[in-house]
């Protein structure tokens, strides 16, 4: 028999002070019985009930568990790489706070939705930066969530070649078949055009490895101006750059991979769509354990306890008063 609490203070003053009160009890009672020269025989029996009840009730408090019964614990998961563009053009603010900002706040939703998968983080503009290689430790990835910004990466552009090449090679490192393949997911999270020229080659890539891809935009088509630490970006003519979402190339990314595309914008936020769509894949089988599961068994020592009670209120002792 195994308990799930070991003999505390609770349980030893219960013990103690049914001895110490029952003691008095018993004396004043038998001094009675002497003195009218009684039998005793049913207040020994009501003792011996009350102690039993009374030790059953403490075996319950301590959860007694017992058996032999065993279960399989299975763990199952996913590998999922989310790459965040840190282009300027993000610091924009047609979707409030700004358009990093609500990533960053909708990532630590994902997170938290996959908080019992690998999650890795990769930042790009034309060149891709592992933030956070895949990791089980949601703290540490939401403290590289919050680290994010623009200024981390060179701003020359946006290329979505280098992320999706890192990612890929990052999930597919080891020697795995291809059914295991389908669990790892890459997010690729932009508001601008592609302009590499090897991003077809990697889509196709990924397409091949059966890794799934979903994209997602953030911007408006209305667009906004840029902040800086001087005002607003200009172009070349001294006029305010405004970015809009481009989701053209999102789009035909994940329609070639075989993917989903998702958008946040000012009255439109498809996360919950998106975490939907990851769930629907099934995870890969990492690891099956078999656990000890016995059960806590207090019930049964309580109800012995309760029925004792009853037939202890059945059972009368008459004590006469001087």
């Not at 030790?55 to 590998?79: C, H, N, Q, Y």
């Not at 998968?117 to 990791?135: H, K, V, W, Y």
């Not at 354990?289 to 059972?315: E, G, P, Q």
Request: glycine share 6%; with cysteine.
């Amino acid at each position: 028999m195994k308990w799930a609490h070991d003999i505390g203070i609770f349980e030893i003053v219960a013990i103690l002070a049914f001895i110490l009160f029952y003691s008095f009890y018993l004396i004043r009672l038998l001094r009675i019985r002497n003195a009218l020269n009684t039998s005793i025989r049913r207040s020994v029996l009501k003792l011996l009930l009350r102690s039993i009840y009374v030790l059953l009730m403490i075996v319950a408090l301590l959860g007694p568990s017992f058996g032999d019964t065993t279960r399989e614990v299975k763990s199952i998961g996913k590998d999922i790489f989310i790459c965040v563009d840190l282009s300027e053009s993000m610091n924009a603010v047609d979707v409030q706070p700004s358009r990093l900002e609500k990533v960053k706040f909708e990532l630590k939703n994902i997170a938290e939705a996959f908080s019992s998968d690998r999650i890795g983080l990769i930042m790009f503009s034309n060149e891709a930066f592992m933030q956070c290689p895949l990791t089980y430790d949601n703290n540490a990835l939401t403290l590289f969530i919050q680290s994010l910004n623009t200024d981390l990466v060179p701003s020359t552009g946006t290329d979505f070649g280098p992320p999706l090449k890192m990612a890929l090679d990052k999930l597919t490192d080891e020697k795995q078949t291809q059914a295991k393949q389908t669990s790892k997911i890459i997010i690729l999270i932009s508001d601008g055009e592609d302009f590499g020229e090897e991003t077809e080659d990697v889509s196709n890539e990924v397409e091949s490895s059966g890794i799934k891809l979903f994209t997602l935009g953030v911007g408006t088509e209305r667009g906004s101006k840029i902040p800086t630490r001087r005002g607003f970006k200009k172009n070349r003519s001294g006029e305010d750059v405004i970015s809009q979402l481009n989701d053209a190339s999102l789009k035909k990314l994940a329609a070639d991979t075989g993917g989903k595309y998702f958008e946040i914008n000012e009255s439109r936020n498809d996360v919950s769509r998106l975490i939907s769509a990851i769930n629907d894949i099934e995870g890969e089988l990492r690891d099956a354990k078999t656990m000890d599961a016995k059960a806590n068994k207090y019930f049964y020592f309580l109800s012995i306890a309760f029925f004792l009670m009853l037939l202890d209120l059945v059972i009368n002792v008459k004590v006469i008063r001087i």
